[in-house]
């Protein structure tokens, strides 16, 4: 195993070493601009930053495989004692000449003198290949200099660990103790100090105070030391205090955690500061109760290391974490959590991503024909059939079914981890990371629900499919590989760009089954199997051809409809990359950090196990690791395309499957009892990084403890830096010298509402209920349209108001503007971001010339700024020909119904 590490480290430094000169040699050449760039708007082509990450981060996977390959090729070739010793000196070079080649890429991309770094670099991996060059020589003259002695290395056994506690648990013990007390006697002077004078937060952010207790506590601690020393009574003394050691520096860990989340959430601390509060009277009955409390904690500790218990620990333990997880993630009132949604962000994530699609198709438009189709396909089919079993397509109930469909998805998730690691607390404890990185990230701003495309619904499939190659690699079972080849077409439906992933995953593990001796004798056994490996490789494309046959029509076999389905996917790739360095401009280097060592531990636990199995030196069930690694590479193209922080967290779930895989294999180094309190003391961490994430405690779940968690100030989220509000916080700060004279209503009062506006949830819901109901507009859509008849439609809220009136889409960019206040003096910008999608939106209303176009009043303004000819020219240009070609008819309580010019 020591060898194939040293191989698969090499590989992993060779390709990182490959994509820097090929990314500097193309920083040299042009980036091509096609017909999709001129075509976008001029405001929106500055914000376009072209890149090359996808190609690079290709040609790091494909160089780290075929590197891994030639590596075991002439280490099975070549003898042992010659080809190793090499490998190991080239491995230690490649790595010192990485060094100052990343230091000075850091340079390049965040440095005062960029050009300068860039011609170092040119200079450094120069030098990098004459040494490679010239390896022979290199290697004789570092060999001389070194001696002839080979650098041994072996990881640290569970016995290493325990030796090293034996020998010194009473110090560690009293070391903890002091420690503990010591803070928690500081802080409550501080605490003293702060209800004396009254102070509103406390202790005082001073950096003098926190000075003072690292002195106190290293004091304390030095003198209690010396004093058990002195008096030699160490003996005996681990066995009597541990337990108090153990729960006295959890508190004084959870006070000094508290501390540090009042100053990070500095612009909100009411909600840290309550938690201190409970800690720090917590701590103080420990102490009173301590002896009844260490009865508690021994008979626990007992029960759950009994090895007798552990059957029945293990169903219970299973049985309450699933009703954990519905509890945790089920919202009881779904309407005021998205009238927070509604408040912010006016639903501009689900309209684009899952309201637009699910009611055109609902209301009977085909997908990518009648109507565009951003992300979906199969969701939208899916969600519109759904929603027929909770009532009828509304927000509420789509908001229902994802939340739902999250609930299932992480309820599989740890019924995976459970299954495949044979652990319940590492399951659990999997699945924690799970809700901690993904629903309960910063990107979230109040609400994981909020952008459907960002939650596990986005690639609800992969579990499934991972369960069935688990399956197939258990027991053999062909069937298992039929049934992952139908997920997988089920996925391509479901969803064009993760089914893709999924596919590629699902390509990998033929390849993989097939190649291998072990596992392709049990699914072919000569030419009579080669229809079976040619349906296995058919079902995904033609699965999901024939789905959208049965959903979409006759179109699918259409060169148009191929052309809209891939449209989107083309602009963003345009319109949608963020440069990878963008995270350390921005001084997120845990994003930065998590993002390369994400891909790192794909790539190296790929190459590693699959070189393992190949070598059978471990279990072909461990090819099951390989293809969550490779299903983990093709979706992190997502996040390679757009290096941000909601990117990364939205397809972090095979980063933390492989995390898990990892931290169970080195747990098992310890002894039996050391990995179950390895187990426990994890569990406890992954729990306590969960529950004390201020969106955690935030979401409106059983478990909050705020009547009102949509408008307490106490735990309703802020926005980052506690700049703004959450409640309109996209236009509250418009300046009025670039609004319109009047709004809809014909007033200049435009309502601004923030969280210190509603004293209660019910008043909030209220407030959603009257605003959100276009009853008016819809009787007028309805009462000069007929049913079943496309509208056409120019309006904020344009799928609530098509939804109260029964009415269809007329223009294939549906919603055709983003949604804003509708009592804001202001247009908002469309969803059409080139002037090709422009043209072909006038051209619709040329063709079909509707004899009605329903827009918002506040589109017949006379006098507009010249500014939204430049920020919103697409609105601008639709508002002009509907004038132009329309004239006024019926007015709603928003909308004006502009009826068609008679031809003169």
């Known amino acids: 195993m020591k060898n194939i590490f040293l191989l698969t480290l090499t590989a992993l430094l060779e390709s990182l070493q490959l994509i820097i000169v090929v990314g500097l040699v193309y920083s040299f050449i042009p980036f091509p601009l096609d017909n999709t760039y001129y075509s976008f708007f001029p405001f929106m082509r500055k914000g376009l930053t072209p890149n090359r990450n996808m190609l690079l981060y290709r040609i790091y996977v494909a ?15 070549s003898p042992h004692d010659g080809f190793l010793p090499k490998v190991r000196a080239w491995t230690a070079m490649a790595a010192i000449i990485l060094l100052p080649q990343l230091f000075l890429i850091y340079q390049v991309w965040l440095g005062a003198h960029p050009e300068q770094s860039r011609q170092e670099l040119c200079v450094v991996c120069a030098l990098a290949y004459v040494v490679r060059i010239f390896w022979p020589e290199a290697y004789r003259w570092i060999k001389g200099i070194m001696g002839a002695k080979n650098i041994t290395w072996h990881l640290p056994k569970g016995k290493d660990f325990e030796i090293f506690w034996q020998s010194h648990r009473d110090l560690i013990v009293l070391f903890s103790l002091s420690c503990a007390f010591s803070i928690q006697a500081c802080l409550y002077a501080s605490a003293i100090y702060g209800w004396a004078h009254h102070l509103a937060v406390w202790p005082p952010d001073d950096p003098w105070h926190y000075a003072g207790l690292a002195v106190l506590c290293l004091a304390v601690s030095s003198a209690a030391i010396l004093a058990y020393a002195r008096r030699g009574i160490l003996t005996g003394f681990c066995r009597r205090h541990a337990a108090r050691a153990i729960i006295e520096g959890l508190l004084a860990f959870f006070l000094l955690n508290a501390l540090l989340k009042m100053h990070f959430y500095y612009y909100q601390p009411l909600l840290a500061q309550k938690a201190y509060q409970i800690i720090l009277a917590v701590s103080l009955l420990v102490k009173i109760f301590w002896p009844f409390l260490e009865r508690f904690f021994r008979a626990i ?22 009703v954990f997880i519905f509890l945790f993630l089920y919202v009881p009132d779904m309407e005021t959590a998205i009238a927070r949604v509604f408040m912010g962000e006016q639903f501009h994530a689900i309209d684009a991503c899952l309201m637009n699609t699910g009611w055109a198709f609902h209301a009977g438009c085909k997908l990518n024909v009648d109507v565009n189709n951003r992300y979906g396909l199969g969701m939208a089919v899916m969600v519109s059939q759904l929603s027929n079993l909770f009532g009828g397509f509304t927000y509420v109930n789509v908001y229902t079914i994802v939340m739902l469909a999250c609930i299932v998805y992480f309820i599989a998730a740890f019924g995976l981890l459970r299954w495949w690691l044979n652990s319940v607390p590492m399951a659990m404890a999997g699945t924690l990371i799970l809700l901690k990185m993904q629903p309960f990230h910063d990107e979230t701003a109040s609400f994981y629900l909020t952008n459907p495309s960002t939650t596990v619904c986005r690639y609800f499939f992969d579990l499934p499919f991972l369960f069935m190659v688990f399956l197939f690699l258990r027991t053999s079972k062909r069937y298992f590989l039929l049934g992952a080849a139908s997920i997988s077409a089920i996925a391509l439906f479901y969803s064009l760009d993760t089914g893709v992933y999924l596919s590629v995953a699902f390509y990998a593990s033929l390849v993989l089954v097939y190649s291998f001796k072990d596992t392709r004798a049990k699914v072919y056994r000569g030419a009579k199997d080669n229809g079976f490996a040619a349906l296995l490789c058919l079902i995904p494309p033609l699965g999901a051809v024939a789905l959208l046959r049965l959903t979409q029509g006759p179109e699918v ?3 148009q409809f191929w052309q809209n389905m891939t449209a989107y996917v083309r602009q963003l790739l345009w319109q949608g990359p963020i440069p990878f360095w963008g995270n350390l401009s921005a001084q997120q280097y845990w994003i930065f950090s998590l993002g390369v060592g994400a891909v790192l531990l794909y790539v190296f636990t790929m190459i ?13 069930e461990n090819f099951f690791v390989v293809i969550v690694c490779v299903y983990g590479l093709a979706l992190s193209n997502y996040y390679i395309n757009r290096a941000e922080q909601g990117s990364l967290y939205s397809c972090i779930v095979p980063y933390v499957f492989i995390l898990c895989f990892w931290v169970q294999f080195l747990a098992r180094r310890l002894s039996v009892s050391g990995v179950k309190k390895f187990y426990m003391i994890f569990l406890g961490l992954c729990l306590y990084g969960l529950w004390t994430t201020h969106l955690t405690l935030a979401y409106p779940n059983v478990f909050n403890f705020s ?19 959450y409640f309109n916080q996209l236009f509250i700060q418009y300046p009025d010298a670039f609004k319109l004279q009047a709004n809809n209503l014909g007033e200049t009062f435009e309502d601004w509402r923030t969280e210190d506006d509603f004293s209660s949830d019910d008043q909030l819901k209220q407030y959603f209920q009257r605003e959100f109901n276009f009853s008016e507009d819809a009787a007028l859509i309805d009462g000069l349209t007929k049913p079943g008849q496309p509208v056409a439609l120019i309006s904020s809220f344009e799928i609530q108001m098509l939804i109260q009136a029964d009415r269809k889409p007329f223009f294939y960019i549906f919603p055709l503007v983003n949604s804003r206040p509708m009592r804001m003096r202001l247009f908002e910008v469309t969803h059409m ?22 827009m918002e009043r506040v589109y017949m303004a006379r006098e507009i700024p010249a500014s939204f000819l430049y920020d919103m020219p697409a609105v601008c240009a639709l508002d ?21 010019r008679k031809p003169l």
């Open 63 to 77: 160089a780290a495989i075929a590197l891994q390959t030639g590596l075991l090729f002439f280490h099975k070739k």
């Open 707 to 725: 009547h009102n968690p949509a408008v307490d100030p106490m735990v309703a989220p802020k926005l980052s830096q506690g700049r703004l509000g």
């Open 833 to 854: 971001w080139t002037t090709t999608q422009l043209n072909d939106t006038i051209q619709q209303l040329e063709d079909k010339k509707p004899d009605f176009v329903f």
């Open 608 to 620: 590693f196990i699959g070189s393992l199995v190949y070598l059978r030196r471990s279990a072909a």
């Open 880 to 900: 002009n020909y509907v004038r132009q070609n329309y004239e006024p008819y019926a007015i709603g309580k928003y909308l004006v119904a502009m009826k068609l």
């Open 557 to 559: 076999f259409s060169s």
């Open 301 to 322: 500790g007992g029960l759950v290391m009994d090895e007798n218990n552990q059957p029945a620990l293990r169903i219970m333990g299973t049985g309450a974490f699933v």
